[in-house]
C-alpha cells in the first residue's frame, strides 16, 4: 500500500531532475521479496557518474510519533541491510514532510539517530511538492 505522501515525493523527485526508475524498487533475498516505495537516479555530471538511491516514504500519521518512528527504523534497517547485499551502488533515503522533520528529527529520539547517522532523510514540502533538504547534505 503506498503511502499518503508517494506522489508528492515521486514529484518532488522528478522536479529536482531524478528520473525515477522504479515505483516500487523491488528488494529480493532469498526467497524473500520486498518493497521500497521509490528509486531514483540522477546524472551527476559527466566525470561522477550516476547517483542511485532509494526512498522509503512515511507519513507519520498514527497516534504516537515514537511508535511510527520505531516501524520506521525497522523498515529503513532492513532495507539498508538488503541494499548493502543486493545493490551497494544506491543510498536509502526516509522521505518525511518538513513538518515531520520539525516534530520528530530535531527533537530527542530523531535527533539522536541524525546525529549518528543511522537514517538518511529527504525533507519534502507536502505543498509545493519540493524537496526541502537532504540530511546529510
Not at 529503513?76 to 541491510?81: F, K, M, N
Request: zero cysteines; hydrophobic letters at 40%; proline letters at 4%.
Amino acid at each position: 500500500m503506498k503511502d499518503i505522501w508517494h506522489g508528492a515525493v515521486k514529484r518532488a523527485l522528478q522536479k529536482d531532475g531524478w528520473t525515477v526508475t522504479h515505483d516500487p524498487f523491488t528488494l529480493r533475498y532469498g526467497r524473500k521479496r520486498l518493497y521500497a516505495d521509490l528509486g531514483a537516479e540522477r546524472l551527476l555530471g559527466a566525470e561522477k557518474g550516476w547517483r542511485k538511491i532509494i526512498v522509503e516514504v512515511k507519513s507519520f500519521v498514527g497516534p504516537s510519533d515514537v511508535k511510527d518512528l520505531e516501524q520506521a527504523l525497522g523498515q529503513y534497517v532492513l532495507y539498508r541491510q538488503l541494499i548493502d547485499n543486493v545493490d551497494p551502488e544506491r543510498y536509502l533515503y526516509l522521505a518525511v514532510t518538513t513538518g515531520i522533520l520539525k516534530s520528530v528529527f530535531e527533537d530527542g529520539l530523531g535527533e539522536l539517530l541524525l546525529a549518528k547517522q543511522i537514517v538518511r532523510l529527504l525533507v519534502f514540502d507536502p505543498k509545493s511538492e519540493v524537496i526541502a533538504r537532504w540530511i546529510p547534505d
